[in-house]
């Protein structure tokens, strides 16, 4: 069964994200690290909001060496709900696939590269996100069916409101993807790029 993610999210400052490193570890459950590098599909020139009612969130990413091209649908923002698809494919593919989605003509894309802490806390997993050389966020996300959308969205939102975390609104969160993805050498046209170059930069995320 295809089941609907509910996710929120918002900036952590450093300190933000210490505390909650120690406090997960102490009060929540420790669940994994993830060193991911994801290849994001974004038709758009400039600015996110000219995609923001595109429903199709498509990816190829590597996380601790393992590869998969997922695929969120639905409208996103700094609170969504989406149905999420993820098929595993061999690492040594990662390229290979790359290149079949270019085939079907999807060609621009923005690059990421983050680690990822999770835990769970009060029936919530948390990820505290550190990204190099840029910042912190955190995502807070519960798994349900469509008709259990208005309960996780409450359960989210009191739960972070108990932790002393703001969730970031519609328009700040285009406002910082924006400024994510306008980091130089991260919006690129695979069309125009050797990919191969793409994997010696961030050869480190291709290794389990």
Sequence with gaps: ??????????????DQFDQLTR???????????KKRFSIIYLNANSSVREVKDDPIDLR???????????MKH???GGKDARREFSFKIESDKFS????????????????????????????????????PEWGYYYEAEILTRESG???????????ISELGLTIIDQDNYYSLLD?????????????????????????????S
Excluded: C, P
């Excluded at 089941?3 to 450093?14: D, M, S």
């Excluded at 990822?116 to 806390?121: G, Q």
């Excluded at 959308?149 to 739960?159: G, H």
């Design 23 to 33: 406090f997960f570890g102490q009060r929540g459950q420790v669940l994994d690290r």
């Design 1 to 14: 069964m295809i089941k609907t993610e509910v996710e929120h999210r918002g900036l952590l400052t450093r």
């Design 96 to 131: 290979e696939m790359v290149e079949f989605l270019k085939a079907l003509g999807y060609h621009k894309v923005v690059l990421m590269a983050n680690t990822k802490y999770d835990y769970r806390y009060k029936g919530i997993e948390f990820s505290l996100v550190e990204v």
């Design 74 to 76: 639905g409208r996103w």
């Design 60 to 70: 190829v990413r590597i996380t601790n060496g393992q590869a998969e091209l997922a």
């Design 179 to 207: 400024e994510l993805n306008s980091r130089e050498g991260y919006r690129l046209d695979l069309e125009q790029t050797d990919f191969n170059q793409i994997q010696q930069r961030f050869s480190d995320y291709f290794h």
């Design 149 to 159: 959308q208005a309960q996780a969205d409450k359960q989210l939102e009191d739960v």
